[in-house]
């Protein structure tokens, strides 16, 4: 939050206000706003713990500005950040819109290997934003902004634990209104520490797909569904080799080979390019059990959306 907080101040536009809303942390970060008072027009909110919906909710409700801007207390701003989004709105004005995330530089090599992997053309496909996605981008909540009155109309985000960022991205479409991506108002986001955490995220975001595709019918697409067709072929790839036919294992060490040379030339690192194999092979493997498994017990036993996962999303 500190680092959050230190890049808006670093804005050349001064002319917002910041909401924080504490979400029945058991590290609160009151101490570090109160730092901050007289740098920033700062409001500081707590409430019982409710997930990110109900506080980002609460949060926009104190908001009095014509746009509201969601981002997460894991990112840092540079400091063209909001001179970015105003150029954009100046050029074309529109409803909602969202920016990119990039790696800083003082990541740790996990962190940097797992952003690799999270926006690799080689594990996600690129969908996560780009120049080609300028007309109809779903953004996500680390980064995203959208006119206040939208927001209310929309009812803000649902009561979903996971995707439900994405949920309000469809929604925003499904309604008539505009949502552009922003390629220069982008962000730093700081990613998972461990791959026990990433794999935990990448799981809940494979459920979160299929409870996604429960509520907007139509708009599963085939990209959404090759971890769990990768998930699969590693797994037959790999009974096949325990099978003594080694040569099943080929086409696993090609893909880590593409992974360890996209990450080394990109990070200029060696150490990220090998943290970057295992952390593809975590992020579509856990995504694709994840779906896999949500599949499963929402389209095949029939079970509804908060019971299904009810010890994993709703405690």
Not at 40 to 50: A, M, Q, R, S
Not at 117 to 139: A, E, H, Q
Not at 193 to 212: E, H, P
Not at 215 to 228: D, F, N, S, Y
Request: glycine share 10%.
């Amino acid at each position: 939050m500190d680092e959050l907080l230190a890049g808006l101040v670093n804005q050349k536009i001064k002319d917002f206000e910041v909401v924080i809303v504490e979400d029945g942390s058991q590290n609160p970060c009151k101490d570090v706003v109160e730092r901050y008072k007289d740098r920033l027009d700062i409001c500081y909110l707590w409430k019982e713990n409710g997930g990110p919906s109900a506080a980002r909710n609460m949060g926009v409700e104190a908001c009095h500005g014509e746009y509201v801007l969601i981002l997460d207390s894991d990112c840092v701003i540079p400091e063209g950040y909001l001179t970015a989004v105003e150029a954009e709105l100046d050029r074309e004005p529109c409803d909602a819109f969202g920016g990119p995330d990039r790696a800083n530089a003082a990541f740790t090599p996990l962190q940097k290997a797992v952003n690799y992997t999270m926006t690799s053309f080689f594990t996600t496909g690129g969908i996560r934003g780009g120049k080609k996605k300028l007309d109809k981008f779903y953004p996500r909540s680390f980064n995203m902004g959208m006119q206040t009155s939208v927001y209310k109309q929309l009812g803000g985000f649902s009561d979903m634990r996971f995707g439900e960022d994405i949920d309000l991205s469809y929604r925003v479409f499904e309604n008539g209104y505009s949502c552009r991506l922003f390629p220069d108002a982008w962000v730093w986001h700081k990613r998972r520490t461990d791959f026990r955490k990433f794999f935990r995220q990448v799981v809940n975001s494979g459920i979160a797909r299929i409870n996604l595709t429960k509520r907007h019918p139509g708009t599963l697409k085939l990209v959404h569904m090759l971890p769990a067709a990768f998930t699969l072929g590693v797994i037959v790839l790999l009974l096949l080799a325990s099978l003594f036919w080694v040569y099943a294992l080929i086409p696993l060490l090609f893909y880590a080979l593409l992974i360890f040379c996209g990450a080394t030339i990109q990070e200029k690192s060696l150490l990220v390019g090998v943290l970057a194999i295992p952390a593809a092979f975590v992020q579509l493997g856990g995504y694709g059990l994840g779906f896999l498994w949500a599949w499963w017990r929402r389209c095949i036993m029939r079970e509804g959306e908060f019971g299904a996962f009810k010890k994993n999303f709703y405690k």
